[in-house]
């Protein structure tokens, strides 16, 4: 079980580099638009949060702490439950704009990532700014 | 709610890590309570009270 925590954040990072390695082959011999480069840069940066996370969770395991606690859950509860609603709005707003994205398959890429990167944004907003009395 | 965990605790000459181990939560979370942002559980709030070798009314505030 010690060494499960590491596995995972290598694996995310690996598959993260992948994709991106993937994306770098596929599109060789023209250079990404802004929509591509940023499609890659939430790829990179999620790949990075989740290594960062397993990192952290690893430590405190090592040091005698649960990796996950009450408090921990009852955040991840709750940022998945806004970053639901926000992503229906990303959703939403994606269908407005379609006209501006090149192809289907960068849409919902694109709007999978988003999602993702909201996901990850409202965790860590709530991980440091909870307040059970006010949110 | 309002808790005295950071003043038993200091005066048990308690570190915030000491008593996250000593209940099985992380630290953030004794941070968290201390602050008065967390309304714990009652599993939890007996294992913080019992800890002090107090009531949990006497920890807790409401």
Same mark, same amino acid.
Not at chain 1, 99 to 102: C, L, R
């Given at each position: 079980m010690k060494y499960v925590k590491p596995a995972i954040a290598l694996v995310s990072l690996l598959v993260t580099l992948s994709i991106w390695g993937f994306i770098a082959v596929y599109r060789a011999g023209y250079e990404p638009n802004v929509l591509q480069t940023a499609i890659i840069a939430i790829l990179l940066i999620s790949g990075v949060y989740a290594f960062v996370v397993h990192m952290r969770q690893y430590r405190d395991e090592q040091q005698g *702490? #649960? #990796?996950?606690d009450e408090l921990s859950n009852r955040i991840k509860y709750k940022a998945g439950y806004y970053a639901f609603i926000a992503s229906m709005y990303v959703w939403m707003l994606i269908f407005l704009f379609k006209? *501006?994205? #090149?192809d289907v398959e960068t849409m919902l890429g694109g709007g999978i990532l988003l999602s993702a990167f909201i996901s990850i944004a409202i965790r860590n907003y709530m991980t440091r700014n909870y307040d059970e009395n006010q949110n | 709610m309002k808790t005295r965990i950071k003043e038993l605790r200091t005066a048990r000459g308690m570190t915030q890590v000491d008593l996250a181990k000593e209940v099985g939560v992380r630290r953030e979370t004794i941070v968290f309570l201390e602050k008065g942002k967390y309304n714990p559980s009652l599993q939890l709030a007996h294992k913080i009270a019992s800890t002090f070798d107090m009531a949990i009314e006497d920890v807790f505030l409401l």
């Open positions: *702490f #649960p #990796p996950e006209a *501006f994205i #090149p | -």
